[in-house]
Protein backbone atom coordinates (compact mmCIF):
# COMPACT_ATOMS: atom_id res chain seq x y z
CA UNK A 1 0.00 0.00 0.00
CA UNK A 2 1.57 3.14 -1.35
CA UNK A 3 0.51 6.36 1.11
CA UNK A 4 0.69 10.31 0.58
CA UNK A 5 1.41 12.27 3.86
CA UNK A 6 -0.59 15.43 3.44
CA UNK A 7 1.39 18.06 5.22
CA UNK A 8 -0.10 21.50 6.36
CA UNK A 9 3.33 22.56 7.36
CA UNK A 10 6.84 21.49 6.95
CA UNK A 11 9.65 19.99 8.68
CA UNK A 12 12.94 19.10 8.69
CA UNK A 13 12.76 16.61 11.77
CA UNK A 14 14.33 13.29 10.34
CA UNK A 15 11.04 10.28 10.59
CA UNK A 16 12.52 6.26 10.79
CA UNK A 17 10.27 5.09 8.64
CA UNK A 18 10.64 1.92 9.91
CA UNK A 19 9.27 2.76 13.22
CA UNK A 20 6.82 5.01 11.45
CA UNK A 21 5.83 1.28 9.73
CA UNK A 22 5.82 -0.55 12.29
CA UNK A 23 3.74 1.74 14.68
CA UNK A 24 1.57 2.35 11.66
CA UNK A 25 0.44 -1.86 11.36
CA UNK A 26 0.32 -1.14 15.23
CA UNK A 27 -2.12 1.21 15.25
CA UNK A 28 -4.66 -0.30 12.32
CA UNK A 29 -3.67 -4.00 12.18
CA UNK A 30 -7.34 -4.96 10.81
CA UNK A 31 -8.15 -1.74 8.34
CA UNK A 32 -9.69 -2.42 5.24
CA UNK A 33 -8.29 0.47 3.32
CA UNK A 34 -9.43 2.21 -0.20
CA UNK A 35 -7.86 4.37 -2.78
CA UNK A 36 -8.15 7.84 -1.41
CA UNK A 37 -9.00 7.33 1.95
CA UNK A 38 -7.75 9.62 4.92
CA UNK A 39 -6.97 8.54 7.88
CA UNK A 40 -5.06 10.66 10.98
CA UNK A 41 -2.26 8.58 12.22
CA UNK A 42 0.07 9.96 15.04
CA UNK A 43 3.87 8.74 15.02
CA UNK A 44 5.88 9.13 18.59
CA UNK A 45 5.79 12.34 20.00
CA UNK A 46 5.35 14.18 16.74
CA UNK A 47 3.00 16.46 14.97
CA UNK A 48 -0.59 14.17 13.64
CA UNK A 49 -0.39 13.74 10.36
CA UNK A 50 -2.99 13.60 7.94
CA UNK A 51 -2.04 10.25 5.16
CA UNK A 52 -4.17 10.31 1.88
CA UNK A 53 -3.70 5.89 0.60
CA UNK A 54 -2.40 6.31 -3.03
CA UNK A 55 -2.48 3.02 -4.20
CA UNK A 56 -3.19 -0.80 -2.99
CA UNK A 57 -1.33 -3.93 -3.73
CA UNK A 58 -2.75 -7.52 -3.07
CA UNK A 59 -1.26 -11.15 -3.25
CA UNK A 60 -0.53 -12.04 -6.55
CA UNK A 61 -3.04 -14.86 -8.16
CA UNK A 62 -0.51 -17.56 -8.45
CA UNK A 63 0.10 -17.34 -4.26
CA UNK A 64 -3.82 -16.93 -3.87
CA UNK A 65 -4.02 -20.39 -5.98
CA UNK A 66 -1.19 -22.35 -3.57
CA UNK A 67 -3.13 -20.68 -0.13
CA UNK A 68 -6.19 -22.38 -2.00
CA UNK A 69 -4.47 -25.66 -2.71
CA UNK A 70 -3.22 -25.82 1.10
CA UNK A 71 -6.21 -25.84 2.18
CA UNK A 72 -7.97 -27.90 0.04
CA UNK A 73 -5.33 -30.62 1.14
CA UNK A 74 -5.59 -29.74 4.71
CA UNK A 75 -9.38 -30.41 4.50
CA UNK A 76 -8.77 -33.68 2.77
CA UNK A 77 -6.66 -34.39 5.43
CA UNK A 78 -8.96 -34.11 8.10
CA UNK A 79 -12.04 -35.59 6.07
CA UNK A 80 -9.36 -38.75 5.80
CA UNK A 81 -8.62 -39.02 9.34
CA UNK A 82 -12.09 -38.35 10.58
CA UNK A 83 -12.95 -41.50 8.34
CA UNK A 84 -10.33 -43.87 9.48
CA UNK A 85 -11.44 -42.80 13.19
CA UNK A 86 -15.16 -43.95 12.48
CA UNK A 87 -14.19 -47.06 10.51
CA UNK A 88 -11.64 -47.76 13.60
CA UNK A 89 -14.85 -46.99 16.39
CA UNK A 90 -17.56 -48.69 13.96
CA UNK A 91 -14.61 -52.07 13.74
CA UNK A 92 -14.23 -51.77 17.28
CA UNK A 93 -17.67 -51.56 18.39
CA UNK A 94 -18.13 -54.95 16.07
CA UNK A 95 -15.42 -56.67 17.89
CA UNK A 96 -16.96 -56.01 21.07
CA UNK A 97 -20.41 -57.41 20.10
CA UNK A 98 -18.88 -60.33 18.30
CA UNK A 99 -16.89 -61.43 21.59
Known amino acids: M ?8 TTTEPFDTDKM ?9 QQAF ?4 EL ?5 DKK ?5 VRELEGLSELL ?14 IIVTATSCVAATVCLRLLQVVS
Not at 2 to 9: A, E, G
Not at 34 to 37: D, E, W
Not at 40 to 44: A, D, P, T, Y
Request: with cysteine; aromatic share 8%.
Open 64 to 77: LVIILMLIIIIIII
Open 48 to 52: VLTVV
Open 21 to 29: ALEFVNQFP
Open 34 to 37: TVGQ
Open 40 to 44: VFSFM
Open 2 to 9: KLLTVCRS
